[in-house]
């Protein structure tokens, strides 16, 4: 398995139809990961799984602005990255959301061999083709992890948890 880090501006080197299936998993941190291969509505699906996390990790009901924005940011990355594996790899497999306390991690693993990368250059007013864009702008990092070299891979992001 390899994994690509994306750049990111600033960086100075190189570096069942109807309802999906989902389980908790407990490690270090909170971990949850919804399947959704054989899904529909599969983008508000996926927002609403992330959002219930939230809630049972305690960024939702948001007690500030500061955190009502963290929680948002997250659930706009959610919807990019399965919107991008609908359009673009032959829709998502997985949806994992994990959180350590000090970042969460948002991962869709799918089954396609292309390789996600923000619009360049960005054109606002443009229409289309600004999900990796949002991605990369309000992650602290992102990247991709190849599944095999016949195809399928994660699409991995990380936001910072609300102090």
């Known amino acids: 398995m390899s994994t690509t880090r994306q750049p990111r501006p600033g960086d100075s080197g190189p570096e069942s139809p109807g309802h999906g299936s989902a389980s908790a998993v407990s490690a270090a941190g909170q971990a949850r990961s919804?399947?959704?291969s054989s899904a529909s509505?599969?983008?508000p699906l996926a927002r609403d799984f992330t959002r219930q996390a939230l809630y049972d990790w305690g960024w939702l009901p948001a007690s500030s602005?500061?955190?009502r924005a963290a929680a948002e940011d997250v659930l706009l990355v959610v919807s990019?990255?399965?919107t991008n594996a609908c359009l673009h790899a032959e829709g998502p497999e997985e949806l994992r959301v994990a959180c350590d306390g000090k970042v969460l991690r948002l991962e869709v693993?799918?089954?396609?061999?292309?390789q996600p990368a923000p619009r360049t250059p960005h054109r606002a007013g443009r229409p289309g083709g600004h999900g990796m864009?949002?991605?990369?702008?309000?992650?602290?990092?992102w990247g991709v992890?190849?599944?095999s070299e016949s195809g399928g891979k994660t699409v991995w992001a990380e936001l910072a948890a609300p102090a």
Not at 133 to 141: P, S
Request: some cysteine.
């Open 133 to 141: 864009f949002i991605v990369q702008r309000l992650c602290l990092d």
């Open 145 to 147: 992890e190849r599944i």
């Open 65 to 67: 602005a500061d955190r």
């Open 41 to 43: 509505g599969i983008v």
């Open 109 to 114: 693993v799918d089954r396609g061999t292309g």
């Open 80 to 82: 990019e990255l399965v």
């Open 34 to 36: 919804l399947a959704l």
